[in-house]
């Protein structure tokens, strides 16, 4: 049987093949109407959980602009530390050197020479602990700057407790300041207690908070 030339624009178009009939529905199922595509069957989507408290909040990606502050902050308060520890320590050479000479002149226990260079010796100890204690300090200071890039709640709680128990000490230095009536006495303790308070605060307010609770992974 020919179907006619199908480059002939005026011949008989070619007949398609027969559509095949549709597939019958699986057993139990009804039939649908004619013209009704047939409807999927299966179990029913399972809804989506519900999000947890929090967590379509947004954390935060970079680091606060109070707590960059403070980070600053805690490196130039360690710089400050380290060479008050210098001084110290060369103080106590000082000392050191000092009782070394006395005790060269004294010619008995009860010289004057040699009281004056026990008194040295005490002293040039007291320095030496003093410089541990600021150098100890200034390595406080440096690891919680450092810190703060992956630090947790720890470095959180020891930097609030470090700025509070610093911004004390600088009030105490402050009023002392006031009292004595000098202006040189008051800069001093005005800017520990300002970089102080920025320190105690930085972790304390929600930016700060955030940051140290972010997930890390």
């Given at each position: ?28 199922y ?13 179990y ?19 680091m ?15 710089a ?19 009782s ?38 200034a390595t ?33 230095s ?9 202006a ?7 800017i520990?207690v ?24």
């Amino acid at each position: 049987m020919s179907f006619g030339d199908p480059n002939n624009p005026y011949g008989q178009p070619p007949q398609q093949p027969p559509a095949a009939p549709p597939a019958a529905p699986g057993y139990g199922y009804p039939a649908a109407p004619p013209g009704v595509p047939p409807q999927g069957y299966g179990y029913p989507q399972q809804p989506a959980y519900p999000g947890y408290p929090g967590g379509n909040q947004m954390l935060p990606q970079t680091m606060p602009g109070l707590l960059v502050t403070a980070r600053v902050f805690l490196f130039l308060i360690s710089a400050v530390q380290i060479l008050a520890a210098l001084g110290w320590f060369y103080f106590a050479a000082i000392a050191n050197d000092v009782s070394n000479a006395a005790d060269s002149y004294s010619s008995s226990s009860d010289d004057p020479f040699g009281a004056f260079g026990d008194g040295a010796g005490i002293a040039s100890g007291v320095l030496v602990v003093i410089g541990l204690i600021a150098a100890a300090l200034a390595t406080l200071s440096i690891t919680l700057g450092v810190k703060f890039g992956k630090g947790g709640q720890g470095v959180r709680i020891t930097t609030v407790v470090y700025g509070a128990l610093g911004g004390v000490i600088g009030l105490i230095s402050l009023f002392v300041g006031l009292d004595s009536g000098l202006a040189t006495a008051v800069i001093f303790p005005l800017i520990w207690v300002t970089f102080a308070a920025i320190i105690t605060a930085a972790p304390v307010v929600p930016s700060g908070t955030a940051w140290f609770a972010r997930p890390r992974y």
